[in-house]
């Protein structure tokens, strides 16, 4: 890799469709090979009392840290499992579009591969007006991996996510077919035979068996991380 610093955006068709174990699956893989990498969930909806989002406890525990240092990869968390600015309004607070942003881009300049999970899919509001769609517009600099979980509706959901991406003028480098229920590669292998005419030249299709099956050491899962490597590369 370049000695640069290179951002990804990881975002997905829907809630539940695994970001936060991709994300944490390509950061151990990163870490692995001496790649100087972070992830970043910057805001996050849900939390235990007096505890911490899971999803934030996942990316810290894959990188390693502890829980204390949650606020190196998290700036807003709420209470509340909802859409952020319904969460963030329940606590008499709100979400400010610029300091997101800008906090990203300092975080992210302190590694040379940054990897930045989104929230939900693209159509989730942040704030009444600005949309996770809208964070992502607001950081071209970053690549973008959009996980699709291998489950009912996929496909439809798929194609309306990559009409809005396009719509924004961009596409995402990657796509990545996640089993993320178990037992159902039957269905990624047919959800990737329809989106392979979808997709612009410049994205990278991945399917990605259930990761509770062998973890880090599954030949399928090493395989992706690999070639996930080499293609970032």
Known sequence: MAERCTSVFVTATDTGAGKTAVTALLLQRLLAAGVPARALKPVASGRPT???????????????????????????????????????????????????????????????VCLIEGVGGLMVPLTPSFLVRDWLAAMPEAALLLVVPARLGAINHTLLTLAEI??????????????????QQAMAAQITGVLQFHLAPETTLFTLPHMDDGGMDDPQILKFTESWMHDLD
Not at 67 to 83: G, H, R, V
């Open 166 to 183: 396009s719509r924004l003028g961009r596409v995402p480098r990657w796509l990545v077919i996640n089993d993320v229920i178990g037992g």
């Open 50 to 112: 007096a505890g911490i989002n899971e999803d934030v406890a996942t990316l810290l525990q894959a990188a390693g840290k502890s829980p204390a240092e949650a606020d190196e990869i998290n700036l807003y968390s709420f209470d509340m499992p909802a859409a952020p600015s319904i969460a963030a309004d329940a606590e008499g607070r709100a979400i400010d579009a610029g300091e997101l942003t800008a906090w990203c881009r300092r975080r992210c300049r302190q590694a040379r």
